[in-house]
Every structure is written in C-alpha cells, then in structure tokens.
C-alpha cells in the first residue's frame, strides 16, 4: 500500500484529501505545520508528498527544496495562489505537479495515482544493466539514472532526468508542449504546459554551455522542443 503525507494547515481540505485518498487504497498521514511537515517528510518512508504552499513556521516551497535536496520521491504542489510565478517558482523547486485550490478531490486522487504510477515503473527492475547514451559529451545512464556533461556529473530530478531521457531517445523529432506533458506526467496536460517550459528550462540551465544558444535542446517555435543530434 502506498503511503502519502499530506502537508496542509487547513484541516477540512486536509481531511477530505485524506478520505478520498483512503478510499482509493492509499495509507494517509497528515500534518499541519510545515516545519514538523518537514521533518516527517525527510525521516520518514513515504511514496508522495502532497504539499501547501502557504504553511505555518516554513512554507512549502522550502520544503519543497529540503526534500528535492535528498529525495526524488513526488511532490504534488497545491495553493490557492493563482499567479503562474509561484507554480513556476514550485516547479523549478522541482515539485512534479502544481494543483490551484479549488479542485475536485477525484482529480487529486488521479494525479496521485498517475505520479505513482510512473514512478514505481521508473524505478522498477524493467530497465536493462549498462543503457547508456552518449551524444556529443552528454552522457545520460538509464540504469543508474545519472547524468554528465563533459565528464562533470549533474544533479536532476525525477522529472527533469525523465523528460531529458525522453527527448535524447527520440532524436530530431518535434514534440508540443502537450506532447511532452501527456508522455512525462502520464496525464492530459489540460492546458498546463507551463510544467515543461520550467524543465526544459532547468535541464539547459545543467547541459548547456549557452543556454541562449542551446547545443542539445532546441525551441521550435511555435511548436515545441526537438533533441538535436
């Protein structure tokens, strides 16, 4: 049974997340305060974290960062903040999908069960020893799930390491925004394609000499991305 901890300090929406989790089949624990939020999150065994944005003593986006500094487990950002720079900002942090109260706990539960879906299937046993690409000094380790530009290892998340890999293994073919986020996040993107534009964003930001003249990923506009070999 996989286990989520929900961080949120309103205690109704808390509560009604938590039943609908429960009666998907899921373990549910929950806390109010982001710094006890915190330390749970990081000692703790959990398969995803759902995490508030607007949290006594720390906020989410911190938690957010401690977890990602240690963990690749999902996050799922929820705020009734509207504005596209607070998702940005979260996404960035490397949270893995950002949800604006109010929404209906039947799409939480889906999210939650498409993020731990595909990564159960990430960290699975279904990836053969020793797959490796190697392009132009970019060396990307499927198995071990490391990556290295010109020798020097680089840090990625989940996602960002998913979207890379994706993109490297379909060489010169154009994909949407759309696209990427239904392949990536195993969901519909219901317009939120702004979760790509911030990793592709962070994954130039790692492999790229320039990223004003990107070498590996480049912007078609008005399309999407292409992989370039």
Request: aromatic share 8%; with cysteine; hydrophobic share 40%.
């Amino acid at each position: 049974m996989s286990k989520i901890l929900i961080i949120e300090d309103e205690e109704a929406i808390a509560d009604l997340e938590k039943d609908y989790l429960e009666l998907s089949g899921f373990e549910v624990e929950i806390e109010n305060r982001g710094d006890v939020g915190l330390k749970k999150a990081l000692e703790g065994e959990y398969d995803l974290f759902i995490l508030d944005l607007m949290l006594p003593e720390v906020d989410g986006f911190e938690i957010c960062r401690e977890i990602r500094n240690v963990k690749n487990t999902p996050i799922i950002m929820v705020s009734a903040k509207k504005d596209d720079i607070d998702k940005i900002r979260g996404l960035g942090l490397g949270a893995d999908d950002y949800m604006t109260k109010p929404f209906s706990p039947s799409e939480l539960v889906a999210r939650v069960k498409a993020h731990l879906a595909r990564y159960e299937r990430l960290i699975g046993t279904g990836v053969q020893e020793n797959d490796i690409i190697e392009i132009r000094g970019l060396k990307i380790d499927k198995t071990a799930r490391r990556v290295w530009i010109n020798g020097e290892e680089k840090n990625f998340t989940t996602k960002e390491f998913d979207l890379l890999t994706f993109l490297a293994q379909n060489p010169n073919r154009v994909f949407t925004k759309d696209e990427l986020f239904k392949e990536i996040w195993a969901m519909e993107s219901i317009g939120d394609i702004a979760t790509v534009t911030v990793h592709i964003k962070k994954i130039r930001e790692k492999i790229e000499l320039n990223t004003a003249k990107p070498q590996y990923i480049e912007t078609i506009w008005g399309v999407g991305y292409r992989f370039k070999v």
